[in-house]
């Protein structure tokens, strides 16, 4: 974290830790129907003044029945206050300092409030999108006959996978009378910049009947279900005394650390749920841009799907997928699998990050939007050097031509129309218990094609399990193809070396050479390990009886420490061959 980034953040936790620790003072006097509150209050709901408060205040404060039910459409319009946090304005989208649209169906199931679509992937075509969480519904003494809700929303930057989390709370009742809604960023997974949206704006609440009422609430309690049970980080030492904290997220700072999990014996171990106004009330419904987990957790996913429905796929080769790069001689004899390893034997530097951090990446296509723009770079961006299969270079336009690739063969296999995230990885994802979050994934503007390289969004729950069912579940071959599950998880040497030291880099994941680097050489030298990778720092480690992750927008990325405590003083399995 830069110095000017961790300043302005620790000024803002200090204020509203004041905020905090007044607001406890202030709702400190009971009733039936909960505490009476002097943060977000009645008069506040009602009126149009624009100030920021404690987390506490958003936060459902009992779990009786509410007089009012909500059902219906949520519009919200207006301008919030908007101040950046950190980060140069030019880094900023055009507009900005403009809330962007917001019109969601909830439902409301008990204390719960519901909306009916959750997928978080980018809507309309400004500078930003939002879209809401589940949150809750229930009444207080001062608020007039009216129910008081609550619920996480998470804006989504176009073109990007920065996402930026915030709170809303309103009034309402049955009739649609509606206040004002207060919404108020509090947390961000965005190393470019991080800003603040407060204030009251205008909210229309049209009441109706949800044709798919009983399906949401199903959908949301089978996703409940599959929620791993959680404890504090700290309580891991109940379990395993020996374990040393201070190895564990070391690298990263307090204020950056987004979410942070060790799953050991089926409990998830976790801390990270702190924000710049206090602890986030509707945390496991907090989400995150994971960038380049995306690499993992589509683009391997989709080709080990595609594989074990269509033995061969992998072995397809781009050209006859991907028409930007059919007539081009950079890419014969080029798969699907060599693009997954990122092994096309097309780049223009042999060092490593020096394409992936090039002008003419940035230009040719991170910046376009469409699938043509950004097919076209990816196809003609960089020089043949090599043989395909014998060099790696970390190139993010390798795996979304994967997902070109599969995208194509979807259509042509499932029929027109069909499309390889909704119809292959979004019943995946079902089936293993991610969250309706995962659904959303940044797409083209033109042809809405799920980005093969980055653009998920996710929780931390979706993260642990779906490490878990890859480690323990997806050899079965019910879903994926058992032998590249194999590969991933295998301590042997896979892939090819990552020109950084101490890695590999295979089939969308990175290979960490622990043997080498750490206290699992007592597994052999050459032992290796499977590791998720995002941009920020984003880390998720798979041992055979214990994972981590941890998800920052700090840059940190320690883990060695955590890996030697864990074989150390968790469990010393050692990865099978």
Avoid at 223 to 238: C, F, N, V, Y
Wanted: aromatic residues 12%; contains cysteine.
């Amino acid at each position: 974290m830069t110095p000017t980034k961790k300043l302005k953040r620790i000024l803002i936790m200090l204020t509203a830790t004041l905020i905090f620790s007044c607001s406890m003072a202030d709702l400190s006097s009971h009733s039936a129907q909960g505490t009476y509150r002097q943060q977000a209050t009645y008069e506040h709901l009602m009126g149009n003044a624009s100030q920021t408060f404690s987390t506490q205040a958003f936060a459902q404060k009992n779990s009786l029945q509410p007089g009012n039910r909500f059902s219906g459409s949520l519009r919200i319009s207006g301008s919030p206050v908007f101040s950046q946090n950190y980060g140069k304005t030019d880094d900023l989208p055009i507009d900005y300092a403009i809330w962007p649209p917001f019109d969601y169906e909830f439902i409301q199931d008990g204390n719960r409030l519901i909306p009916t679509d959750r997928g978080h992937g980018f809507v309309g075509s400004g500078a930003w999108s939002v879209s809401a969480g589940v949150g809750a519904v229930w009444d207080e003494a001062d608020d007039n006959g009216y129910s008081r809700a609550a619920f996480p929303y998470t804006i989504k930057q176009n073109n990007a996978n920065c996402e930026h989390n915030g709170l809303a709370t309103f009034l309402f009742k049955n009739d649609g009378s509606i206040s004002k809604v207060h919404v108020q960023n509090v947390a961000e997974t965005c190393i470019f910049y991080g800003f603040e949206f407060y204030g009251n704006l205008n909210a229309t609440y049209t009441p109706h009947a949800i044709s798919n009422a009983a399906t949401v609430i199903r959908d949301r309690n089978i996703e409940e279900s599959h929620w791993l049970p959680a404890k504090p980080l700290a309580d891991l030492t109940i379990e395993f005394p020996r374990v040393d904290l201070r190895n564990y997220g070391y690298a990263i700072d307090a204020d950056d650390m987004n979410g942070y999990g060790i799953l050991v014996k089926g409990t998830s171990y976790t801390e990270g749920c702190t924000t710049r106004y206090g602890t986030h009330p509707y945390c496991k419904d907090k989400t995150i841009g994971v960038y380049s987990f995306t690499k993992s957790m589509y683009a391997f996913m989709i080709v080990a799907a595609l594989e074990h429905r269509y033995p061969g796929f992998k072995q397809e080769l781009i050209k006859d997928l991907v028409p930007e790069c059919a007539n081009d001689s950079r890419w014969d004899g080029v798969t699907v699998e060599h693009a997954l390893d990122m092994a096309t034997g097309n780049y223009a530097s042999a060092n490593y990050g020096a394409d992936e951090d090039s002008t003419a990446i940035v230009t040719g296509f991170f910046n376009p939007t469409t699938r043509r723009a950004r097919a076209e770079f990816a196809c003609t961006g960089w020089p043949k050097k090599v043989a395909p299969g014998t060099y790696h270079v970390y190139h993010t336009t390798d795996t979304e031509l994967v997902g070109c690739a599969a995208a194509a063969f979807a259509n042509m296999k499932l029929g027109s129309g069909a499309e390889a995230f909704d119809d292959v990885i979004v019943p995946i994802f079902d089936a293993i218990g991610l969250s309706h979050y995962a659904r959303g994934i940044q797409r083209t503007s033109d042809t809405q094609d799920a980005w093969g390289g980055y653009g998920l969004s996710v929780t931390l729950n979706d993260v642990l399990r779906f490490a878990k069912y890859l480690r323990d579940d997806a050899i079965n071959g019910k879903l994926l193809d058992p032998a590249m599950v194999k590969e991933v998880l295998s301590g042997s040497q896979h892939g090819l070396y990552a020109q950084l030291t101490h890695f590999h880099y295979d089939n969308g994941f990175w290979r960490f050479h622990a043997g080498a680097a750490s206290a699992i050489r007592a597994c052999g030298d050459l032992t290796q390990i499977p590791v998720m990778s995002g941009y920020g720092g984003h880390t998720t480690i798979i041992l055979p009886d214990v994972i981590i992750a941890q998800l920052t927008d700090g840059g940190g990325v320690g883990f060695l420490n955590t890996i030697n405590d864990v074989f150390n003083n968790i469990s010393d399995a050692c990865p099978a061959n």
